[in-house]
């Protein structure tokens, strides 16, 4: 079959036919197996396969796949709300479901809007964010997102939000040991807010755990609860997008448990679904709905599949499955285990510059001198070369680099899927360390270390 109507993410690249997938393995039609290492973009948190899964699937395709949301609601989806805020802390009790995590971080910046909007407050409609952060492909989280590759072509329509560095302590903006860090990154949102005027800015939203952008770097301890306390001193909303971190991925139901810190607007996607179908949400706080509650009633937002009954049941099997079996609880547990084979890695290769994250989302950072933390050239490509090497020999890893030239350097995500077992990670961890070997020897031989 000639495959040359499809746009694909490099054309010209070839790319294997995926066939199926079981558990953490995925296979391609000549039968090639692929330990999934990242759950395909932080995705597939479940495992590939699942009969509970497809079973529900069926159920519900054999009922009702669509229906108009204007029209009707479903027993899937008001079940699948109530159990978004069963499992979430604080207030945040309402969901608004769309299909992909741009869109539910999109959506968290109109309700955000709207929010002000109601209680009078028509000139509150900035969003603050973050340099190295990615908040989605769309123009409105993309606006949002410190991304500079991804922004480029755009940036003449985009809003001009990011404003604040983000909390990368390996390379610290500040240049301060973690001993003597008084969170000055944590307090520039606090200065940006004060150069734009409270009175002009709706929201401040970050990753709890930076992904795409650089690799699963986690923030200083006392990041977010002093972010909290500025956020709260100005009257500015907080906007968590857990779109890569929520759902147990990282060893809490939700990232910011870690911190104990509750946002006003959660944005979810990828592991609410576990990628068996398009399915994301942004959940709001009974303080932020109130002024909309008393309102307009209703949120400027939504598609045609927002909260479609398929989906719908698909996510809440998900999420069900994910309690079931405790797999918020092995995230902790395995993400421990691979977290110290992952730092043996480091103290095998000295590429190695950082280990980090938090449960099963986990980072390294790559550098071509380690005692200087000398990142290389943009133009050497390692991130990908790296992971070119991993895919042929049978292991998925997500590149998470290149957001600013100069600042984040390269690194990958490992974030196999919660179900993974001790074998399978020794096995992950086998490839990755044959691929690193062969990697690093060749820098050394091209003058790269
Ligand atoms: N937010 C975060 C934190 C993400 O990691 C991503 C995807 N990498 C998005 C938003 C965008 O999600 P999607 O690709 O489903 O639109």
């Known amino acids: 079959m000639k495959r040359n109507h499809l746009i694909k993410p490099t054309l010209g690249q070839h790319y294997p036919t995926i066939s199926h997938g079981i558990g953490v393995y995925l296979y391609d039609t000549d039968g090639n197996p692929y330990i999934d290492g990242s759950s395909g973009a932080v995705t597939a948190s479940i495992g590939h396969g699942v009969s509970e899964v497809v079973e529900a699937m069926t159920e519900q395709a054999g009922k009702i796949s669509f229906a108009y949301r204007s029209h009707f609601t479903s027993d899937a989806a008001e079940a699948l709300a109530k159990k978004l805020s069963d499992l979430a802390p604080g207030d945040l009790n309402w969901s608004f479901f769309v299909n992909s995590g741009s869109e539910a971080t999109e959506t968290a910046m109109k309700i955000a809007i709207q929010h002000w909007q109601e209680k009078g407050f028509e000139r509150k409609n900035r969003i603050i964010s973050r340099w190295t952060s990615y908040h989605g492909i769309t123009m409105g989280a993309l606006s949002m997102s410190g991304h500079v590759p991804r922004r480029k072509r755009f940036v003449p329509l985009l809003e001009d939000f990011p404003t604040i560095p983000a909390p990368y302590c390996y390379r610290c903006p500040y240049n301060v040991e973690a001993a003597s860090c008084q969170l000055q990154c944590a307090n520039e949102l606090e200065t940006a807010i004060q150069r734009i005027g409270s009175e002009n800015v709706a929201a401040f939203i970050a990753e709890p755990i930076i992904g795409a952008s650089a690799g699963a770097v986690t923030p200083p301890l006392g990041y977010y609860p002093r972010i909290k306390e500025i956020c709260e001193r100005y009257d500015i909303l907080f906007i968590a997008d857990e779109v890569m971190t929520g759902m147990g991925r990282t060893g809490k139901m939700f ?114 001198n380690r005692a200087s933390k000398r990142p290389f050239e943009q133009q050497s490509g390692i991130t990908s070369r790296l992971v070119t090497k991993a895919f042929e020999k049978g292991l998925l890893i997500y590149p998470a680099s290149g957001a600013i030239e100069g600042i984040a350097g390269d690194a990958v995500i490992v974030s196999p899927p919660l179900v993974i077992t001790k074998e399978e990670i020794g096995r992950l961890v086998e490839i990755l360390g044959a691929s690193l070997e062969e990697l690093q020897q060749e820098l050394y031989r091209e003058g790269l270390m």
């Open 255 to 368: 990232a910011m448990e870690h911190w104990g810190v509750i946002p006003d607007i959660i944005a979810l996607g990828k592991g609410m679904s576990a990628g068996y179908t398009p399915m994301a949400a942004t959940m709001i706080s009974d303080r932020v709905m109130e002024p909309i509650l008393t309102g307009s009633k209703s949120i400027m937002a939504g598609h045609t599949y927002s909260a479609n009954p398929l989906s719908a049941a698909i996510s809440l099997e998900v999420l069900t499955y994910l309690e079931r079996n405790e797999l918020v609880l092995a995230a902790k547990e395995k993400g421990d285990y691979l977290l110290q084979k992952l730092q043996m890695l480091a103290r095998q290769f000295e590429i190695i510059g950082d280990v980090r994250g938090k449960g099963l989302l986990l980072g390294l950072e790559f550098v071509s």
